[in-house]
């Protein structure tokens, strides 16, 4: 058995620090109001981002939480190449998942993070 890679997860807004590791922005859209130069992006998985229309559906909703986990790990399952190249990401050691949202407990980082640990059927 493999041991999982270390997957840290922080607001994009927050500062680049060299203990992020490989910085990884997990979202569909670029974050309002920030440049390339600020965000230090390492790589941009958009192409596994919840669809907008599970975005629009989801909109934060504590309530949604479980099903917004439930409905993007069934989109997730339906991105095979998409999750190789974000496993392949993995294998650089520390990474830090990156997302926009306010909300910092409920958000599709958190959810991406549970589903390639296992958690949601990633494994």
Known sequence: MTTAPAIQIKRVYEPAEDSDGRRILVDRLWPRGLSKEVARID?????????????????????????????YAVELGGMAEGVAQ??????????????????????????????????????
């Open 43 to 71: 790589y941009w998985a958009r192409d596994i981002a919840p669809s907008n229309e599970l975005r629009r559906w989801y909109q934060h909703d504590p309530d949604k939480w479980a099903e917004f986990r439930l409905r």
């Open 86 to 123: 974000l496993r392949a990401q993995l294998r650089a050691g520390i990474v830090t998942f990156l997302y926009s949202s306010k909300e910092q407990q409920l958000n599709n980082a958190v959810a991406l993070k549970a589903y390639l640990e296992g958690e949601d059927g990633g494994e």
